[in-house]
């Protein structure tokens, strides 16, 4: 489903509605409001649904809330294809964004089975992994690093780790040629282990899981919001984006268009398009996105 602005009072009205209505009783509180370690209570699972299960409101033939336009996309988690890729053993990938959709990276998640491994990026190649479920082991250097569900590892170019999982796992990857020119370091850690950051104006809850240094051409951003926040900003800049819904649901805008979005949708957001977001419903929104940072605008 798709809303254009024809009626823009009527528009205004619903949202404002939806935005003011008292929330529910039984609403979740966001797990980790201060840093957490090994938080357990968010549940990602709804990003690998079965594709037949179809949206949560219907399952109707043909129809899909996915779009595709000159500054945005959105995927809806009844659009995505898994298939094999090369460097991936025993595991199925869906690339969700990638340059031939005119973005500068690759996301796309991995759908790892027993016994499953991952052979290095290539050369020159950047690479962020987030465990969504399940477990993975990295082999750096002569050290095996074992991560968890709301873990996550970055690794630089022209790294030589490799990933492995024993029982399976789900995991969401960004890609990117590196362009900063620096000399970005291998690094892990966990969501809830990350410290909350100032946002003021906004309300929204953030951590950013990278290096805010010059090394680093793209930052990853872990938000929640409760239900009825949205964003104070509406946003336009010369950044792009690459984001996925962990839990929740919402309404997005891209340019002139309303999307309804659910946990498992991706979005990809092109330089200077109109975006803005808010949380709706009775439990909490969770999305991760990526964002290219420090890069001169003029050379982007």
């Known amino acids: 489903m798709q809303f254009k602005l024809a ?8 949202l404002l509605a939806a935005l003011l209505a008292p929330q529910a009783a039984d609403a979740e509180e966001l797990c980790g409001l201060t840093p957490t370690p090994k938080c357990s209570g968010h549940d990602y699972s709804a990003v690998f649904r079965p594709a037949e299960r179809g ?17 945005h996309a959105l995927i809806g988690v009844e659009s995505r294809v898994f298939a094999g890729q090369r460097g991936w053993r025993s595991a199925t990938t869906a690339h969700i964004i990638s340059p031939a959709r005119g973005a500068n990276f690759a996301m796309y998640l991995a759908d790892m089975a027993e016994e499953s491994s991952a052979e290095p990026a290539r050369a020159g190649v950047e690479r962020f992994v987030l465990v969504l479920q399940g ?23 022209n790294s030589t780790d ?21 000399a970005p370091a291998f690094s892990t850690g966990d969501v809830e282990e990350s410290p909350l950051l100032p946002t003021g104006p906004e309300v929204f809850k953030l951590r950013k899981l990278l290096p805010q240094t010059a090394d680093y051409d793209f930052n990853v951003h872990i938000m929640d919001f409760q239900p009825g926040e949205y964003l104070w900003v509406k946003e336009v800049h010369y ?57 001169d605008p003029l050379l982007g």
């Open 239 to 295: 950044n792009q984006h690459g984001l996925l819904l962990l839990e929740g649901k919402g309404i997005y805008r891209l340019g002139d268009s309303w999307y309804p979005v659910q946990a498992g949708d991706a979005i990809w957001m092109a330089p200077y398009v109109p975006q803005w977001y808010a949380a709706l419903g009775s439990s909490p929104t969770r999305y991760v996105i990526y964002k290219d940072t420090t890069l």
């Open 162 to 182: 490799a990933l492995s999982s024993e029982d399976g796992a789900g995991l969401l990857v960004y890609e990117r040629v590196y362009a900063a020119g620096g």
């Open 135 to 157: 477990e993975v082991t990295v082999r750096h250097g002569k050290k095996d690093i074992t991560l968890g569900a709301n873990s996550y590892a970055y690794f630089p170019p």
């Open 55 to 71: 949206l949560d409101f219907d399952n109707l033939p043909g129809y899909t809330r996915s779009a595709h336009h000159s500054d």
């Open 7 to 14: 009626a823009p009072a009527a528009l205004a009205v619903a």
